[in-house]
């Protein structure tokens, strides 16, 4: 065993508060970038050559030929004055890492080394995925546009899970996260003076009206074994108290488990708008645009991903979903893929100023992907 896998805590610790201390927002990590590149030169690790503008490309390579599987790491913080009180907090004020994606840059690192270290038990390769920009859902499709997909069976991942203890992952086959879609509406009615309104279309009254009727989408056209979220975020009409407005203008957003929903729903608000503004005799504009598909967990990884838990020492636990989004789940739709949640213990939950975690949870994660690829390139078979 190499020196580097000996203080392997102690390095990944360094690494994620360097990382913390300098966080970068999505398509501006250029200074993370570098210094994952320097971490990774540092202990020997092949880096492909991809033209990215941020973030990289690992790849490690088996003494036996096989397929070729990936991890994957996100690297981008959030625009949060961070409040932790840690002493490695953010210098860049206003930039934090408060989705732990510093813990997750660092722990792919950490596999990295640990893989480097174990070539003679890999059967094929692996290549680890740091990629821009999650949080703003553009950096997996970034990343893949660019190839790194390519020749690649299957990717996996993970996000640090606050409400689990240091040693748990979380497990499971199907949605594990949800699909974000976004949409505008405009109601368009006629403006006019508030105290004779027989001569105006107020758009306020059937605003009011749509935004309850949309509220019966969940409870009434779907499957009630399915979690699904409406959320209408934004109501602006008029500014003033004597006159009715000629327009109101709604935003929101829809969360749900199942692909197959989303367009449905998308359908149905559509036609609830419509429906509704015209019996009073205005217009609706309504617009749709998705955003980011389900986390979804291909079932032929459920075994592996507990086994690996276990070979490494840790407990896998069932999953719980979560309905906010993640753009892991753009790969999922070029290849098979597993998600994971990891157990770091925090007192917050993301994207709070307050977020926190442990660094035990560093080398369990390190190991667990470490394990997990060796066992995943062992099953040739669930890479067809
Ligand atoms: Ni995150």
Known sequence: MSTTVENL???????????????????KEYETTKR???????????????????????????????????????IDALPILEQSGVE???????????CGHDFHTSSM????????????????????IFQPAEEIAQGAVYVAERGVLEGVSAI????????????????????LMASVDRFELDIIGVGGHAGIPNDAIDPIVIASQIVSAFQSIVSRNMNPFHNIVVSVTKLQAGNTWNVIPEKAELEGTVRTFQEETREVIGERMRALAEGIAESFGARAEFRWYPYLPVVDNDDR????????????GYKAVEAEQVPAGEDFAFYQTKIPG???????????????????????????????????????????????
């Open 156 to 175: 996996f991942g993970m996000h640090n899970k606050p409400e689990l203890p240091v040693g748990t992952i979380g497990v499971r086959s199907g949605s």
């Open 338 to 384: 597993f998600f994971v949640w990891m157990g770091v213990d925090g007192p917050k939950a993301w994207h709070h100023p307050e977020f926190k975690l442990k660094e035990e949870a560093l080398e369990v994660a390190a190991n667990y992907f470490t394990e997990l690829s060796i066992l995943a390139l062992n099953k040739p078979e669930l890479l067809k």
């Open 88 to 98: 490695f907090s953010s210098k860049n004020e206003g930039i934090m890492h408060a």
């Open 301 to 312: 990884f459920a075994e592996i991903a507990k086994e690996a838990a276990e070979v490494a």
């Open 36 to 74: 994952i590149r320097q971490w990774l030169e540092d202990a020997g690790i092949t880096i492909l050559d991809y033209p990215l503008e941020t973030g990289l490309v690992a790849e490690i390579k088996g003494d036996q030929d096989g397929p070729t599987i990936a991890l994957r790491a996100d």
């Open 9 to 27: 805590q102690s390095k990944l610790i360094s690494y994620r508060r360097e990382l913390h201390e300098n966080p970068e927002l999505g398509f």
């Open 109 to 128: 690192i950490g596999a990295a080394i640990l893989l480097q270290s174990r070539r003679s038990e890999i059967k094929g390769t692996v290549r680890i």
